[in-house]
């Protein structure tokens, strides 16, 4: 079982930044991809990035590519998404997810085994 809490949300102006982090409780943080996904209100939860278990491999989503960077500390159990150059299609609920499915991730059917509780962020025109 894992455990994943997010943080790192909030209010920015268009342009701005943000950096969430997402702590993982459990065993074996290592041995899972580790990703982010959003929602924005009245849409489907969409793929945000992915990165492999030891950090070597990343994806992204076309509508971040660029602006977003994903990154991850093992000894920490922890994984980030830095965020620049936000705007208001940025706006959403982001959520922290793992799993092992690397490439189903960024398909039409993510297959993921673990969800963080969401954080919310907004950013202001």
């Known amino acids: 079982q894992v455990q994943l809490v997010e943080s790192g949300g909030g209010l920015v102006q268009a342009g701005g930044s943000l950096r969430l982090s997402c702590a993982a409780s459990?065993?074996?943080?290592?041995?899972?991809?580790m990703g982010w996904f959003r929602q924005a209100p009245g849409k489907e939860r969409e793929f945000v990035a992915v990165i492999s278990q030891i950090g070597v491999s990343t994806y992204y989503a076309n509508s971040v590519k660029g602006r977003f960077t994903i990154s991850r500390d093992n000894a920490k159990n922890t994984v980030y998404l830095q965020m620049n150059s936000l705007n208001s299609e940025d706006t959403a609920v982001y959520y922290c997810?793992?799993?092992?499915?690397?490439?189903?991730?960024?398909?039409?059917?993510?297959?993921?085994?673990?969800w963080g509780q969401g954080t919310q962020v907004t950013v202001s025109s």
């Open positions: 459990g065993r074996s943080f290592s041995s899972y991809i």
């Open positions: 997810a793992a799993g092992s499915d690397y490439g189903s991730w960024y398909g039409p059917l993510p297959r993921v085994d673990y």
